[in-house]
Nanobody, 127 residues
Framework: QLQLVESGGGLVQPGESLRLSCVAS????????IGWFRQAPGKEREGVSC????????SYADSVKGRFTISIGDAKNAVELQMNSLTPEDTPVYYC????????????????????WGRGTQVTVSS
């Protein structure tokens, strides 16, 4: 059974970068759509980016376009999110999620499209 574990979060200053990793176990990420989401306290989970290992399609929320890049490792068992030019608005807990039926060209930003979730990694951007 597929399990996901996020890592790479931490405390950085505005303008700095972080690289988050989502490592899969129990199954490779072949033919999955993998999404990165974030959630601040009291707010809904927000879709940040999506990568389709089926066709290589990448999607991004408008708020992170040009700053974040999603990629998959050659072994197809990890997806990374490179985050540059971070601002305090990028602060909350980041989660990765995967589903074989989700589509990065469809409603990828909807949390309900994904069946498997990691437990999250905290990102804090503060001066």
């Amino acid at each position: 059974q597929l399990q996901l574990v996020e890592s790479g979060g931490g405390l950085v200053q505005p303008g700095e970068s972080l690289r988050l990793s989502c490592v899969a176990s129990g199954h490779t990420l072949d033919y999955y759509a993998i999404g990165w989401f974030r959630q601040a306290p009291g707010k809904e989970r927000e879709g940040v980016s999506c990568f389709s290992s089926r066709d290589g399609i990448q999607s991004y929320a408008d708020s992170v376009k040009g700053r974040f890049t999603i990629s998959i490792g050659d072994a197809k068992n990890a997806v990374e999110l490179q985050m540059n030019s971070l601002t305090p608005e990028d602060t909350p807990v980041y989660y990765c999620a995967a589903d074989p039926w989700a589509s990065c060209s469809g409603y990828w930003w909807i949390a309900g499209e994904y069946d498997v979730w990691g437990r999250g990694t905290q990102v804090t951007v503060s001066s």
